[in-house]
């Protein structure tokens, strides 16, 4: 089974002034089709710039990164927004919907960069509330929504135009205990059921136990690997 | 349309802050609907299609010198003359300075040369045989409420009578009517008998203000003004002869530039609008940045982010000035409908509209431009940042 991700010899150096700082080192990693993958280490480990990379948010310095068979590396930037909007789904800490707009418009964004009609958009996205729990809160504007709804919002947001990955940068960062495992149960079932392939940066070991794998991130280089027990 | 709504939403995110924008908006396109209004009737008064064939003479030296009345059987003679008459300007106030409109001694034949206004035979022949006789416009009548056979006193100005009073009295013998609304506001002068004020003015007798020819063919228009001018060449009444559009364009433009000094006051308006709504979308932009960064992030591209924010405030300015240009246009129809054609104000028609809506959308580009390619150069994992 070929690797949905593969990164190969992966560098990033951010340059600050006259300093150059080296936040990934040589990185080489494989990610399988429909992994679960936790991406832990300590704060500046490179954690997220890891993941920006693999979601097409950034550009490496050195190395490639490999999609779907495709190096997104070498893509323009419009040529990276465009594969962004129909490969990946991404989930921030602190959500970031879009305070004015309700649930089921932050919910269609994505669909808007499609050809579909407005009302194939609005089934779309009522189908993808309906799967995070939320149908009941369609017209609420995020200031109307707890924490652990406004996520699983932003979760429906992710996966509205069905991208094969999805990257979550601490989920449940912001989240109380009883809301980050229900984000992490349904980050689960989204996997198991529907077979994303889920990339999740988190500091915290019991939101790592969600995942299928975890890997170790320390000063820019891979160190450690562990199999989650089977559930 | 699919981000009508997108946008839409983003205006009002900060509802106060976009109303009070949207109020200067509407407050700006409200003064730009009443000034252009302002502008096109003098506009039009200078540029009426109506007397194309009609040569206005008046002194070289200035329009407020008068001319021999001789000079009229050698202009008559003239090859390609079809009719002349000639006018004086009395400048009589009627009751209180404010009411203010034209007042003109003309000859007897005078409304022969004016064929596009509406007069009838007995009013005309009531005019030519009345001495104290006036004729005035049907807006003029409405606005004082005069009617047929009424005495109308104007105080002379600059035309005592003989006997040194100021006080001039005219009976209201006809009142014309000019069809082409365009050209309303020609129905706001008085005419009385030139042979009365001659007869009866203190200084200045045998001498007229200006001679107004109608040409048999328009084409011979020049050769005409070139004729009449030569009659008077080498004299110490030496003439100038020009068509009555250019006449009148002349004539407005003794109030001042009208097209300058509307445009010197809508610039400084316009000017503030640009700050103050670019400061608005600057700062609104500024807020919503991880929001952009959002956008960028689900796959919207640098172009598209530039194209909503360009929308967004074009969309701000059209909304305001939209609601701006449609008050204007109800405060004109209000004025016109109360004072009639002697305020100079066209209608709010597709004209200014035209210059309206392009005016909002160029501020809304203006306007929106920095903050557009602000937005649309953010590298995405700095704004999520926070950076």
Redesign the interface.
């Known amino acids: 089974m070929s690797a949905l991700v593969e990164i190969r010899n992966l560098s990033k150096i951010y340059e600050r002034g006259k300093q150059k700082i080296e936040v990934l080192h040589h990185v080489q990693l494989d990610i399988e089709a429909g992994d679960f993958m936790a991406l832990m280490g300590p704060s500046g480990s490179g954690k997220t710039t890891l993941l920006n990379l693999i979601g097409g948010l950034d550009s490496p310095t050195d190395g490639s990164i490999t999609i779907g068979g495709q190096r997104i590396d070498r893509l323009s930037e419009s040529a990276l927004a465009k594969w962004r909007s129909s490969h990946v789904g991404f989930v921030f800490q602190f959500y970031n919907l879009l305070p004015m707009l309700s649930a089921r418009r932050n919910v269609e964004l994505p669909l808007l960069l499609t050809r579909l009609s407005a009302a194939q958009r609005k089934r779309n996205a009522a189908v993808a509330l309906q799967l995070v729990g939320l149908a009941d809160r369609a017209a609420h504007k995020p200031g109307e929504l707890s924490g652990g709804q406004q996520q699983r919002v932003a979760i429906a947001r992710a996966i509205v135009s069905d991208p094969t990955l999805l990257v979550c940068d601490e989920p449940t960062g912001d989240l109380d205990r009883q809301s980050a495992a229900e984000v992490l149960t349904l980050l689960q079932q989204l996997n198991r059921d529907h077979g994303k392939t889920i990339i999740m940066v988190t500091h915290d070991p019991k939101a790592a136990e969600f995942a299928k794998h975890t890997l170790q991130l320390d000063k820019g280089s891979l160190v450690a690997s562990a199999q989650a027990a089977p559930a | 349309m699919?981000?009508l709504?997108?946008v839409w939403?983003?205006m009002?995110?900060r509802k106060t802050r976009t109303v009070f924008t949207l109020l200067s908006v509407l407050a700006a396109f409200l003064l730009f609907g009443l000034l252009d209004s302002v502008r096109s009737a003098f506009a039009n008064a200078a540029s009426s299609v109506a007397g194309v064939d009609r040569l206005v003479t008046v002194s070289k030296i200035s329009f407020t010198m008068s001319l021999p009345k001789s000079l009229l059987s050698g202009i008559a003679a003239l090859p390609g003359v079809a009719k002349v008459t000639y006018a004086n300007w009395f400048g009589g106030i009627y009751q209180d300075p404010k009411n203010f409109f034209a007042n003109e001694a003309v000859a007897d034949n005078f409304f022969d040369l004016y064929p596009e206004w509406q007069l009838s035979q007995a009013e005309r022949t009531a005019f030519r045989t009345t001495r104290t006789g006036a004729v005035v416009g049907e807006s003029l009548a409405k606005k004082y409420n005069w009617k047929l056979g009424d005495k109308i006193p104007l105080q002379a100005t600059i035309f005592p009578q003989k006997n040194g009073g100021n006080a001039w009295t005219f009976d209201l013998v006809g009142i014309y009517r000019v069809s082409n609304p365009k050209q309303k506001n020609q129905e706001s002068i008085l005419f009385f008998n030139w042979d009365y004020f001659d007869e009866a003015r203190a200084f200045g007798n045998g001498n007229v203000g200006w001679y107004i020819t109608q040409v048999s063919d328009r084409k011979l228009a020049q050769q005409v003004a070139d004729a009449i001018d030569a009659l008077s060449a080498n004299s110490d009444h030496e003439t100038k002869t020009q068509t009555e559009q250019a006449f009148n364009a002349a004539f407005v433009s003794q109030y001042g530039d009208i097209g300058l000094i509307v445009g010197a006051i809508m610039g400084a308006v316009f000017f503030t609008l640009i700050l103050l709504t670019g400061n608005t979308m600057a700062q609104a932009v500024r807020e919503r940045v991880?929001?952009l960064?959002?956008?960028?992030?689900?796959?919207?591209?640098?172009?598209?982010v530039l194209a909503l924010l360009l929308a967004e405030s074009v969309l701000l300015i059209v909304f305001g000035g939209a609601i701006g240009l449609l008050l204007a246009g109800v405060v004109v129809d209000a004025v016109r409908a109360a004072v009639g054609e002697t305020v100079p104000m066209t209608r709010v028609g597709a004209a200014i509209w035209l210059r309206g809506v392009g005016l909002m959308v160029l501020i809304g580009l203006i306007v929106g431009a920095l903050p557009a390619r602000r937005g649309m150069r953010l590298r995405?994992?700095d704004a999520?940042a926070g950076r």
């Open positions: 699919k981000y709504q997108l939403s983003a009002f995110r991880p929001e960064a959002v956008l960028k992030t689900i796959g919207f591209s640098n172009h598209s995405i994992v999520l």
